[in-house]
């Protein structure tokens, strides 16, 4: 069996611009350029699992064209891939009645000497040879490849429609399940990111049934840690969260429910910089649990609450 067709997210990757939920200008030009089999250089920026990569593999799908694929957040991110295998595709001549598109996955990870050689690559080579990049951050693409592509941002999927998407896939799966609530519990811990919320649920659904006890910190209540903050308990704030291993939802909550209920303007400030800080650097860190810890202290010190390292 191919990993297509035995991960659930790519097996049930839209294949088409109309299977996509996106705003109609979005979908009539991707439209365009399909019938056109012409593209600009191309910029999609969101959010993990936002559907950036599934844009830019319809778009290659539909269009006869030469690939060359790459994900530039990998060993692939430095300027000697850009001076070298990009740089030597995009100067190769196209076959005939054909495009070359030239795909780079999460764009935003290249060094800057990388995106200082690819802005001439893309310019130099342009007649030959058309980019498509996406980025999570667009802060991270420098002003002069952001002003040579065409760039599209994607909302993050609401939580209704992806709801809709889990049900949808587990039913094509022939999943059991027991209630409707279990699948809104799998979106709101995975949620805004998709792609992890689909493969956590197959990881949930390797008996036949979608069973929520697979999935490790499922159970966390993130009101019971907006409580430990308040009171200050670092240790039973630690012993609760012990074994979570996806903190993206945890930081989504004190940043959609917690900020709105506690402190002052100035405090709610300080609080939502203070989440911004440790979630730029939650999937870099060493220890994604002592940056966690750490944030929630600085939540605490935003607040004017005292610390209690007391068991």
């Known amino acids: 069996m191919s990993i297509e067709n035995f991960i659930w997210y790519e097996k049930h990757r839209p294949k088409t611009v109309k299977a996509l939920s996106l705003p109609p200008a979005y979908s009539a030009a991707f439209n365009s350029y399909i019938e056109e089999g012409q593209i600009p250089h191309i910029l999609l920026v969101g959010q993990a699992g936002s559907g950036k990569t599934t844009i830019g593999k319809i778009i290659m799908d539909s269009i006869p064209c030469t690939r060359l694929e790459l994900n530039a957040s990998s060993k692939e991110r430095g300027i000697d891939t850009v001076k070298g295998m990009i740089k030597d595709f995009a100067a190769s001549q196209p ?15 290249l060094t800057a000497d990388a995106l200082d050689a690819l802005k001439g690559t893309m310019e130099k080579y342009s007649k030959n040879c058309r980019f498509i990049l996406t980025a999570n951050n667009i802060d991270k693409i420098t002003p002069p490849i952001r002003s040579r592509c065409t760039v599209f941002t994607f909302d993050q999927f609401s939580k209704e429609k992806l709801v809709v998407l889990c049900n949808r896939i587990l039913s094509k799966e022939s ?11 799998v979106v709101e811990k995975y949620y805004p990111d998709v792609r992890s919320t689909i493969n956590n649920m197959q990881l949930a659904c390797h008996s036949g049934t979608l069973e929520l006890s697979v999935l490790v910190g499922l159970k966390v209540d993130p009101t019971k840690i907006g409580e430990f903050i308040k009171k200050g308990h670092i240790f039973s704030l630690r012993s609760y969260i012990a074994n979570v291993t996806d903190y ?14 506690n402190g002052n303007n100035e405090q709610k400030g300080e609080v939502v910089i203070t989440i911004s800080d440790a979630l ?23 607040l004017g609450v005292k610390w209690n390292f007391d068991k």
């Open 280 to 302: 730029a650097i939650d999937k870099q860190v060493p220890d994604r649990e002592i940056n966690f810890i750490s944030c929630c202290l600085g939540i605490m010190g935003a």
């Open 248 to 261: 993206t939802p945890l930081y989504r909550w004190l940043y959609d429910s917690f900020v709105a209920e």
């Open 175 to 185: 999943i059991t399940v027991k209630s409707e609530k279990d699948v809104t519990a």
């Open 95 to 109: 076959r005939k009645g054909e495009l070359k598109i030239c795909f780079l996955d999460e764009a935003d990870g």
